[in-house]
């Protein structure tokens, strides 16, 4: 047996002057042993007389001090703590031990802890005030077999996963990629000890999950590794000092010692134990928590948990330096939508009923949890809905650039689109784009544009159908006017390649077919000459192939320039058009007058007895009397959400 006395002989000893030894052995390790003794001779210098006794067998224990008045056991050992237990029962000595068992203990025994059960009541104490109804928990071997914390849980969802204090940081990584991440649940608790709870934290920092949308609790055992904005911990009253393990239990024992100083009577073992028996909850340490969270990387207290009742004295701060208490369980993936009005420099976009079909399509998905522990929301942009201005867009994009979406529902017009991922790209946004129509040839090349999808097929098979409707009705001289812009340019070389193919004659010179992009009523006494000159030409059948809202304006204006309905019957190869004719009539008499009897080819909506059937279920939540393009959308949202799925079983499996 060796004794190591820590008391020097400068130091002399007094009658009030308490006897302590401090019992390790080869299980204890030698940082908390040597922090131990450091921290008990700078706190205590005159109060006690301490002794560092190693225990190797049950034999060195009776050569300890004669009758040590206190004896703290951190030999981590069953055996030998047993064994000191027994010592201390026939010799009247105090025994603080590290442990907080749930059965019987001696009378003679005290822990430096609170007991279990009455940490088991501190954790619900917080799930109730964040309104957490469905959360994760993640324990290590410490909470393995410890029900009682979970037993005050029992009117909660929670899932309960083991992740192990001796898993590797790369462990931690796949841990939370593969299991939490993809679970989708954002209200976390972690009941792991410190550092295992620190690797766990920055693994979630590092996959992005502490962020506004997230809550992280972490238990006692794990308070000296909280990390990260926004974290909560409840950590035992006079510990909140504690930066790794061995200072924690250290500061627990000077938290004991420090108890049996109050006692203020004539010394005797068993009057301090009566007191001590007194003043602790069943030889517990009291069970009062104190809540601390980090705020702008500090660790600051912010309330206490008594008897298993929470009191704040300061707001909380959450992940994403948020102040509202993230109680939603699933994870949020936020979509971009453009679904807005704003035509820079032009009027607003009369067709506001766009994106009802992705909307109604939100609703299904998040009533028939088509996405498990996620839940979709939507930021909805407005840079442009009919008309791209780069200016404009830039600025509109910029400002989204702080609230990313996984991916965008954008614009149905050809230009806005193309106008729009070029803003973008000029930001360094790149999010992959889905848009329910936009037949135009080009944006198709994946080289050109590889993060968008489209609903709708090529223009190509469009004009296949054109030009085999112009055989049908036996027309054998068509007009044709294009728009002056690369988009419908394309249309334009493929309009024109499948009319000489099948000997239908353009009747306009091809000086006369391309009119400049961007047409506005500004531009009607520009071209006014040539519209005479195209109604002189006495071909009803005319092919327009333009994008709104300038094919909207150069039909006015053909209006304004003489012709009625009858003189001319137009041929749209896109059905972008058709949704203008279901608005109120004051509002376009002129497009109503020169559009009626039109033709304009795309896909069908709606097919079948479901096509019916989910439409008339989406008119009942959003009444409208324009069904196009709803079925598009409606698919474009459900194949995003389809991409989304798929990654998430992957991560799953």
């Not at 948020?322 to 009369?350: C, K, R």
């Not at 039109?598 to 059937?613: C, F, Q, R, T």
């Amino acid at each position: 047996m060796r004794a190591i006395n820590l008391v020097f002989c400068l130091i002399a000893l007094t009658v009030s002057q308490l006897t302590v030894d401090i019992c390790f052995s080869s299980f204890t390790n030698s940082n908390l042993t040597s922090n131990l003794a450091v921290l008990l001779q700078k706190k205590f210098p005159n109060q006690f007389s301490f002794n560092l006794v190693l225990i190797e067998s049950i034999w060195d224990i009776e050569k300890l001090m004669n009758s040590p008045d206190i004896i703290l056991d951190i030999t981590f050992s069953t055996s030998l703590s047993k064994s000191l237990k027994e010592f201390s029962e026939e010799n009247q000595s105090i025994i603080a031990e590290i442990n907080k068992p749930t059965g019987i203990y001696s009378k003679w025994e005290f822990f430096t802890h609170s007991s279990w059960e009455d940490q088991a009541k501190a954790l619900p104490s917080i799930i109730s005030y964040l309104n957490w109804t469905t959360f994760i928990v993640i324990s290590d071997e410490i909470y393995n077999d410890k029900d009682e914390i979970f037993n005050n849980l029992y009117d909660r969802d929670y899932r309960w996963f083991y992740f192990s204090n001796t898993n590797s940081k790369s462990n931690s990584d796949l841990f939370i990629r593969k299991v939490v991440k993809a679970s989708g649940i954002r209200n976390i608790v972690i009941l792991n000890h410190g550092e295992s709870s620190k690797m766990l934290l920055k693994s979630l920092e590092k996959y992005n999950l502490l962020i506004n949308g997230t809550g992280v609790v972490v238990g006692n055992e794990g308070s000296w590794g909280l990390y990260g904005n926004g974290a909560i911990t409840y950590i035992e009253s006079g510990l909140e000092n504690a930066d790794d393990y061995y200072n924690y239990e250290s500061l627990a024992f000077i938290r004991f010692l420090n108890h049996v100083l109050k006692y203020s009577g004539n010394y005797d073992n068993l009057v301090l134990r009566e007191f001590l028996e007194i003043n602790t909850v069943n030889h517990h340490a009291a069970a009062n928590f104190t809540i601390i969270n980090i705020q702008n990387e500090q660790k600051i207290e912010v309330g206490e948990v008594s008897k298993g009742i929470l009191y704040l004295s300061n707001n909380l701060t959450f992940p994403g330096n948020s102040l509202i208490i993230p109680n939603s369980p699933h994870t949020n993936i936020p979509i971009w939508m453009a679904d807005g009005v704003t035509n820079p420099g032009f009027p607003d976009s009369s067709y506001t009923t766009s994106k009802i079909g992705a909307k109604f399509a939100l609703d299904l998905a998040k009533s028939n949890h088509f996405l498990e522990g996620f839940e979709i929301s939507v930021i909805h942009t407005d840079c442009g809905a009919d008309v791209y201005d780069p200016t404009f867009s830039i600025n509109c994009y910029s400002k989204l650039k702080s609230t990313p979406g996984v991916g965008y529902l954008t614009s149905l017009y050809p230009l806005v689109i193309i106008g729009n991922l070029n803003s973008m790209q000029y930001l360094n946004i790149s999010i992959p784009s889905i848009t329910e129509f936009s037949p135009t040839g080009f944006l198709g090349d994946k080289e050109l544009f590889p993060s968008l999808m489209r609903m709708a097929g090529n223009d190509y098979y469009h004009v296949n159908v054109l030009a085999d409707l112009m055989l049908i009705f036996g027309w054998k001289n068509v007009l044709l006017i294009s728009e002056n812009s690369t988009a419908a340019l394309l249309t334009h070389q493929y309009i024109v390649e499948k009319l000489e193919s099948s000997n239908i004659n353009i009747a306009n010179s091809q000086d006369d077919r391309i009119v400049m992009e961007g047409y506005s009523h500004e531009n009607y006494h520009k071209y006014k000459d040539w519209m005479i000159k195209m109604k002189n030409l006495m071909v009803r059948p005319c092919i327009i192939n333009f994008a709104p809202p300038g094919e909207f304006y150069l039909i006015e204006d053909l209006y304004d320039a003489g012709f009625r309905r009858g003189d001319i019957v137009f041929f749209i190869p896109n059905r972008i058009a058709f949704a203008f004719i279901y608005q109120p009539e004051k509002q376009i008499a002129k497009l109503s007058e020169m559009l009626y009897g039109g033709v304009i080819i795309s896909e069908a909506e709606w097919l079948g007895d479901y096509g019916k059937a989910v439409y008339s279920d989406l008119i009942k939540v959003y009444p409208t009397n324009v069904p196009e393009f709803k079925c598009f959308n409606l698919m474009q949202h459900n194949y995003f959400c389809m991409g989304l799925n798929i990654p998430l079983k992957k991560e799953k499996m």
